[in-house]
Structures are given as C-alpha cells and as structure tokens.
C-alpha cells in the first residue's frame, strides 16, 4: 500500500520560506516521478513541481527561481523548499507520485499522478 505523508506546512509573513516534506512507503520509491500540487477552495488543483526519477525538474512559471524540488531516495522522501513567499502561495499543499521511469520531463497533469498525500496547509500573511 502506497502512502505519502506531507509536513512542513505553516504560517509564514510575506518574503518568508518553508519547506515542505513528503515521505513516501510502500513503493520503490526512486523509481518515479514525484510532484507537487497546491489547491485553493473553489479552485482546481494546479501544477508545482516535479522532479523525475533521474532528477530533471519542471515548475510552474509563477514559483521559477523561489522554489526548488529535491529527492533524496535514501529516505524516500521528496521536498520543496519555498523561498519568498507571497499571499498567493497560500494554499493546500499534495505531494504525489508519478510515472515510474517515463518521458524526460516530469508531467504536470494531476492526472499523470496515482497516488496523494493528505495535503499540507500554507497560509502566508501579508
């Protein structure tokens, strides 16, 4: 049974950083794509990060250059560090698994993603 659970989530002010956490069990887990989606009440989920099972990373355009994704499959676990935050990060955070091995890039479809966590909450204050 595949389970992922988030942590790190919090309140933070404007220009503030976290970093979130995902440990996965129950799969190999460097094996696949890993990805991050964030979710606002009366919004679709959208598109973070992700980071496939080699390393390659894509991001939404709106976080390039403040957050980064990383892996270390020693302990199954993925992160994402977010730097200069703004209120419109704010946000339930998931992490989810991906294709196992698949194309160069990561997707950035939730629908490319089996498996979720239970989400993380961020809220940044202005």
């Known amino acids: 049974q595949v389970q992922l659970v988030e942590s790190g989530g919090g309140l933070v002010q404007t220009g503030g950083s976290l970093r979130l956490s995902c440990a996965a069990s129950?799969?190999?887990?460097?094996?696949?794509?890993m990805g991050w989606f964030r979710q606002v009440p009366g919004k679709d989920r959208e598109f973070v990060a992700a980071i496939t099972w080699s390393g390659t990373t894509k991001y939404r355009d709106s976080v390039k250059g403040r957050f980064t994704i990383s892996r270390t499959n020693a302990k199954n676990t993925v992160y994402l560090q977010m730097n200069s935050l703004t209120p419109e990060d704010t946000a339930v955070y998931y992490c989810?698994?991906?294709?196992?091995?698949?194309?160069?890039?990561?997707?950035?479809?939730?629908?490319?993603?089996?498996?979720w966590g239970q989400g993380t909450q961020v809220t940044v204050s202005s």
């Open positions: 129950g799969r190999t887990f460097s094996d696949y794509a």
């Open positions: 989810a698994t991906g294709p196992q091995y698949g194309t160069y890039w990561p997707p950035a479809s939730p629908s490319e993603y089996d498996y």
